[in-house]
């Protein structure tokens, strides 16, 4: 079985397709998929509960990614395991991908090639990201896919998720360039703000989130540049 945690806040417009993404063809008991409706305003626990039995739904009142992927972690019973967003769109091939790439043992971390969906994107915004496609770091993994997956032993690298924004990054500290890995022929589509300004703020969180690694974990985010 592979254990699927899925930290999902107000993506009610969203999160059936993902669900349905990643249930198309699999067989009885092969996911474990754990939904974790964080601080939601709106119905994405109820749509999310029209997958059950396949899925399994949590609830908390703290608007909180990281306290949702360790509530997940609590409950969830299998490895390798699986953190992904809710907007994303990963198909059940990926997911077997991930898994049997693990299953090797020599990596510990996993990610699939994003490919960006700019179809309702400003000119300007498909410029961005068209730039940004040929830069080594856009196929570096564990960033950009909206998805990683951790063997047993690269879970065991750290307790539980800190409170912090960049939640893939910090992961990313924990393994050297030999232990992780992103898959060419496993993709994961990652929709991009449609404006400018989404685009901004999208970036401006980002950066935050470098900035609050380097303040909270110096010695680990120095290594993390030099592995990069």
């Known amino acids: 079985m592979i254990s699927i945690i899925i930290p999902a806040h107000d ?3 969203v999160i059936a397709r993902s669900l349905q993404t990643l249930l ?3 067989a009885p008991g092969e996911l474990e998929i754990i ?3 964080n601080g939601c305003s709106d119905n994405t626990a109820e749509v999310a509960r029209r997958f059950a039995p396949a899925v399994r739904v949590i609830e908390t009142d703290v608007p909180s990614k990281t306290n949702a992927l360790n509530m997940g972690d609590a409950i969830a019973q299998s490895f390798p395991r699986i953190y992904m967003d809710a907007d994303v769109l990963v198909p059940l091939d990926t997911v077997r991908a991930l898994a049997d790439r693990l299953a090797k043992g020599d990596i510990h971390a996993a990610s699939p090639t994003p490919v960006i969906n700019v179809t309702s994107c400003s000119p300007l915004v498909r410029a961005y990201y068209a730039i940004r496609s040929q830069l080594p770091s856009a196929r570096q993994g564990l960033g950009g896919s909206g998805v990683y997956a951790l063997s047993a032993a690269g879970r065991a690298r750290f307790d539980e998720f800190p409170r912090i924004t960049a939640d893939d990054a910090f992961v990313r500290l924990h393994f050297s360039p030999t232990e992780r890995t992103t898959i060419p022929s496993a993709i994961s589509t990652v929709f991009a703000p449609r ?3 989404d685009l901004m703020t999208i970036r401006t969180r ?3 989130g470098n900035r609050e690694l380097a303040l909270h974990f110096p ?3 120095g290594k993390r540049r030099r592995n990069q």
Do not use: D, M, R
């Open 11 to 13: 993506e009610a417009a």
């Open 24 to 26: 198309a063809g699999a």
């Open 35 to 37: 939904a974790v409706c």
């Open 195 to 197: 404006t400018l300004k």
């Open 206 to 208: 980002i950066y935050f």
């Open 219 to 221: 010695g680990n985010h």
